[in-house]
């Protein structure tokens, strides 16, 4: 299967903990987007990248949260110190696009946070 | 990006067509209108998306108004996999802004 893969696929953790979510995009793919969903909500964005330079983050990425793509391939979405309103689907997509052009995104079946 | 405005839910009988509304008033002419579906446990997924005229593929078609101040997204023949969240999403493809901004979407239910 060559779609969207988000590893792990459901995360329990502790109040205070550190975790990292991986993301590894459609190959070639050179823009890699993070989303976070609540229930009963759509995504909300995160952050994206083009190749390894993130270019754009929310007001929602606060400084507990850093994402990374170092050699422009796969991602990974660390959150420190969580707390329980991070508790969320964490959904990653990637999309082939060159420029300011239509593009699709593919997204990948998401990680389930939930912080106790 | 405009906003769009989407009932919260519709339902619809299997195998017949599903015809979902979006209300987009504020679009600007150089806005693209992109449908997403989200089916349950799933990340979204592309459907279709659209500029000035009308679209098909081989999910669904795309009825735009002629002010592009509405669209319609149509499922020609509903089945059980087609129940899920359907976002209408407005694009601006001109700045170096990359994100989808999703609304709450129209969930659809279909009946067997």
């Known amino acids: 299967d060559t779609g969207v893969s988000q590893d792990p696929r459901h995360k329990i953790t502790k109040r205070g903990q550190n975790v990292t979510f991986r993301c590894d995009p459609i190959s070639e793919h050179n823009r890699l987007y993070w989303y976070r969903q609540t229930l009963g909500q759509g995504p909300e964005f995160l952050t994206y990248f083009q190749n390894e330079a993130q270019l754009e983050k929310s007001r929602l990425l606060s400084d507990r949260f850093s994402a990374e793509r170092p050699k422009g391939s796969f991602s990974t979405l660390e959150i420190q110190r969580t707390e329980q309103g991070d508790s969320a689907m964490y959904l990653c997509?990637?999309?082939?696009?060159?420029?300011?052009?239509?593009?699709?995104?593919?997204f990948g079946p998401g990680t389930r946070l939930l912080v106790l | 990006d405009a906003k769009t405005t989407q009932p919260n839910s519709m339902e619809s009988n299997e195998e017949e067509p599903v015809h979902l509304p979006c209300n987009h008033s504020?679009?600007?002419?150089?806005?693209?209108i992109h449908w997403y579906r989200q089916l349950p446990s799933q990340g979204p997924e592309y459907v279709i998306h659209g500029l000035t005229s009308n679209v098909n593929n081989r999910m669904a078609s795309l009825a735009i108004a002629e002010d592009r101040k509405s669209s319609t997204l149509i499922l020609h023949r509903a089945t059980l996999r087609d129940a899920a969240v359907y976002y209408c999403i407005l694009r601006y493809y001109g700045g170096s802004q990359g994100n989808l901004i999703f609304g709450k979407g129209t969930k659809l239910s279909v009946k067997p």
């Open positions: 504020t679009i600007s002419g150089t806005d693209y």
């Open positions: 997509a990637s999309s082939a696009a060159p420029g300011p052009t239509v593009e699709t995104q593919y």
